[in-house]
């Protein structure tokens, strides 16, 4: 058996394993609250409010979609022809044309076309979000944290080209094997050390002071079995009006995570409420699932790589010799770009599942529907989104239950009490 054929067997069995583990893990028990308890959720909603979600979330629209279809476009300029090969020839020349050199350099220079490219829809978005009130930035902390942005993504990038081509030099026949437990292997770490690293990047945290919502937020962790190790508060409002908590780490690092915009928005009943949810996920360990997926669906698309690399129309096409030359780098690229638009309604339909299943938990943890129901009439409020968006939106892009599943999940939980 030649090497594609092991690697199509390979990747066979890793699919049937993701497949597995989709299926094992993913909370598929509640089906979604049915759309008559939706409407009349929507309809106990104030009109003003839900006319300014969809006023804001019209606005967002274009620039979105358009800076979606214009990175889309770029990508597959820079990876469907010998543009991207060329560029990543041409930044690499004055360093003798060396792999390192085309691989960092070429690398940056490929991802910064892109960013520039759609930098002034970002920009746009930015502006309506300030005209809309929810964000409290200006132009200067904006572009800052766009640099930070831009420099976490510079670093991990470079990390994962200089292995993946480092591979393929080291392993010319055998670097999808080595490739593909390497990229599992990252995405398992990056799981557990981003979220202690990359977060005091763009927050400040400060521990949230003694008083009687620390130890209700405590006191329903240890409750709960999910012990924290600290409450904190982050300083979101230097950015954002949005509101959210998070329960970030693992283990001895474990923290509750409160914005300091949820403090001073909400009631703490609905403060306990959202953080119950965030306790959801911890208990049901789904970072730890995510991981799992994550890391299968990184091998995956190792292996996958290399199989299209055996295409030699699409590498003639993009003017490179092999897919682990990198003159490939743009046909990497654009491939990334469609596989994570085709792949978005899966991805987003898991999430809604598993935020489903942390709302049951959030209901049975507080036994307090109605502070549910009201937290979410809150976070729709002021994060100013569409309570019932449109079909192929929601199916495409949702992460979370819309606001009126949301309610209508947490009134029917209330009749079941009564």
Same mark, same amino acid.
């Given at each position: 058996m030649n090497m594609r054929s092991w690697a199509w067997w390979t990747l066979a069995v890793l699919v049937l394993a993701l497949i597995v583990a989709v299926s094992w893990l993913t909370p598929w028990h509640r089906p979604p609250a049915p759309r008559a308890d939706q409407l009349a959720a929507l309809r106990s909603l104030p009109t003003a409010e839900v006319s300014r979600g969809r006023e804001f979330a019209a606005a967002l629209r274009p620039s979105r979609y358009g800076s979606m279809a214009l990175g889309l476009l770029v990508a597959c300029l820079l990876g469907c022809t010998p543009l991207g090969a060329r560029i990543v020839t041409a930044v690499a020349k004055p360093w003798g044309g060396a792999w390192l050199a085309q691989v960092l350099l070429g690398g940056l220079v490929l991802v910064l076309v892109a960013d520039v490219l759609t930098l002034p829809l970002q920009a746009w978005r930015q502006q309506i979000l300030v005209r809309y009130g929810l964000s409290t930035q200006g132009w200067s902390g904006w572009a800052i944290d766009l640099a930070k942005g831009y420099a976490v993504g510079a670093v991990i990038g470079a990390v994962v080209l200089v292995g993946f081509f480092g591979l393929v030099r080291l392993s010319p026949q055998r670097w999808w094997i080595w490739g593909a437990l390497g990229a599992a292997l990252l995405t398992i770490l990056l799981s557990f050390v981003l979220p202690v690293l990359i977060e005091p990047v763009f927050n400040t945290f400060t521990p949230m002071p003694a008083g009687p919502? #620390?130890?209700?937020?405590?006191?329903?962790?240890?409750?709960? #079995? +999910?012990?924290?190790?600290?409450?904190? &508060?982050?300083?979101?409002?230097?950015?954002?009006? =949005? +509101?959210? =908590?998070? &329960?970030?780490?693992?283990?001895?690092? #474990?923290?509750? +995570?409160?914005y300091d915009t949820l403090l001073s928005q909400a009631p703490e009943s609905e403060v306990v409420s959202v953080v119950a949810h965030e306790l959801g996920h911890a208990?049901?360990?789904?970072?730890?699932?995510?991981?799992?997926?994550? =890391?299968?669906?990184? =091998?995956?698309?190792?292996?996958?790589?290399?199989? @299209?690399?055996?295409?030699?129309?699409?590498? #003639?096409?993009?003017?490179?010799?092999?897919?682990?030359?990198?003159?490939?780098?743009?046909?990497?690229? @654009?491939?990334?770009?469609?596989?994570?638009?085709?792949? @978005?309604? @899966?991805?987003?339909?898991?999430?809604r599942q598993v935020e489903a299943r942390a709302d049951a938990h959030a209901l049975a943890l507080t036994n307090d529907p109605d502070g549910f129901a009201a937290m979410q009439h809150r976070l729709s409020s002021l994060n100013l989104a569409d309570p019932d968006p449109p079909r192929l939106e929601y199916i495409w892009f949702a992460s979370h239950p819309s606001t009126v599943e949301r309610i209508a999940f947490a009134r029917a939980y209330a009749r079941g009490l009564r």
């Open positions: 919502l #620390r130890t209700e937020l405590i006191a329903m962790a240890d409750r709960d #079995r +999910v012990p924290v190790k600290d409450v904190l &508060v982050a300083d979101a409002s230097r950015r954002t009006k =949005a +509101v959210n =908590a998070y &329960v970030s780490g693992f283990g001895p690092t #474990r923290r509750i +995570v409160v208990k049901y360990r789904d970072v730890l699932a995510s991981t799992l997926v994550g =890391a299968l669906g990184a =091998a995956i698309a190792v292996i996958a790589l290399y199989l @299209a690399g055996g295409w030699a129309p699409l590498l #003639r096409a993009a003017g490179t010799p092999s897919i682990g030359d990198p003159r490939a780098l743009g046909l990497i690229l @654009a491939l990334t770009a469609v596989f994570g638009l085709v792949a @978005a309604p @899966a991805q987003a339909l898991l999430s």
